[in-house]
């Protein structure tokens, strides 16, 4: 395997991690902080995947930090092939609470326009 930027096991691939970690963090800690946090589902399911997406970029990057403490590249394929599964099920996640979302506010949208 080749080695790219963002690749485990590089300083890029532990920098994104850490970005990850603070933007799912940051959206946590944004909406857990509005007053109407419990009253809309769409903030319940965002949250639910958000909490996923920071153990999963916390723990990836513990793992990074150990391949590039050790200065080795991770080119073992199981372990690439767990990164890629658990990439894209919190971009999946990503995505679905983005729908959820955006679907209640559209319907907050048209309930304001025929206000």
Known sequence: MKDFPGTPGTLTGL???????????????????????????????????M?????????VGIVRCIF???????????LVSLFVVGDWMAVAFAYLSWVTIATSSLIMLWLLAAG
């Open 15 to 49: 920098l994104l991690r850490i970005s990850q970690f603070v933007f799912a963090a940051g959206s946590i800690a944004s909406m857990a902080s509005t007053s109407s946090f419990f009253s809309f589902t769409a903030f319940c399911y965002l949250i639910a995947s």
């Open 51 to 59: 909490g996923l997406q920071v153990i999963w970029s916390f723990c």
């Open 68 to 78: 590039l403490d050790e200065k080795k590249a991770l080119h073992n394929p199981v």
